[in-house]
């Protein structure tokens, strides 16, 4: 099986679409969103018909469920009082411009979804299978406690998203954790592109994990371009603020770096 796993959307329609269309491409068998469909970008209800016409099954994140609830904020995790206050002009913008179709349909998206491939057990969720929102990232997060969460969930496998950079690491027992990356924006890289992550199992998997005598599996992550420009402009017409606008322009985040830990931000410009 190939499974495209794509992380937060956060609206950008444009790079959803292409994500589609590559994974097609590729042989893709299924397709999963791991949540967090708004924030950050334009006109999020664009998003919904990608999703149903592609019969794209989701996980509800952090933004779905507040968006869907109509809560106070996003519950996006942050603690710096900038990053909480850009956090709150794109809440407030999807909030209202999501439809109310559109919040019924994310208050009923389930918080994970479990597969069972090629003789692995698979847990698709947003932050990590015991809370939405938490942060899992590359540097801070210890094998033992990932090995812990596969133990505690009851998986051999965990995909998720949230932290906005794809990474994954092999455990133990031929266990894995996958962070699929996101759609939304890039990465804090210098480059436009946005990422998604392919996991093949069985016979699709590598030759290598085929002979280590356990259920084969492989990540791939796929770097997509889109029109990064087109969208650029859709912000402007939107009034969604200039600090979003650059992160799409220059691939630079402006803005949610201090939950960044040191060695990813050091990888930035800042």
Not at 40 to 69: K, M, T, W
Not at 121 to 145: D, K, M, V
Not at 186 to 213: C, F, H, I, Q
Request: proline share 4%; with cysteine.
């Amino acid at each position: 099986m190939k499974l495209a796993l794509f992380g937060g959307i956060y609206s950008n329609a444009l790079a959803l679409t292409e994500a589609i269309r590559d994974a097609r491409q590729r042989g893709a068998d299924a397709m999963y969103c791991l949540g967090d469909l708004g924030a950050f970008g334009p006109h999020p209800d664009r998003v919904f018909p990608l999703l149903h016409e592609h019969d794209i099954a989701c996980v509800q994140g952090n933004y779905d469920d507040s968006i869907g609830n109509e809560r106070d904020d996003c519950q996006c995790g942050y603690t710096d009082p900038r990053d909480n206050h850009f956090a709150q002009i794109s809440y407030d913008y999807t909030l209202a411009r999501t439809s109310d179709a559109g919040k019924r349909w994310l208050r009923q998206l389930p918080r994970e979804i479990r597969l069972s491939v090629d003789g692995l057990r698979i847990l698709l969720c947003h932050g990590s299978p015991r809370r939405t929102n938490e942060f899992l990232w590359e540097s801070t997060t210890s094998t033992a406690f990932l090995e812990r969460l596969c133990r505690q969930a009851d998986t051999d496998i965990i995909a998720g998203t949230h932290s906005g950079i794809h990474w994954m690491r092999r455990l133990s027992g031929g266990r894995c954790y996958v962070n699929a990356g996101v759609l939304g924006r890039p990465e804090n890289d210098g480059k436009t592109n946005v990422w998604y992550a392919m996991l093949r199992t069985g016979p699709d998997a590598d030759r290598s994990d085929r002979m280590s005598g356990r259920p084969a599996w492989s990540v791939d992550f796929v770097p997509v371009s889109y029109d990064f420009r087109q969208l650029a402009e859709q912000m402007r017409q939107e009034s969604l603020p200039d600090e979003f606008i650059e992160t799409i322009l220059t691939g630079w985040w402006t803005t949610c770096l201090e939950i960044l830990p040191s060695r990813e931000r050091r990888a930035g410009r800042w």
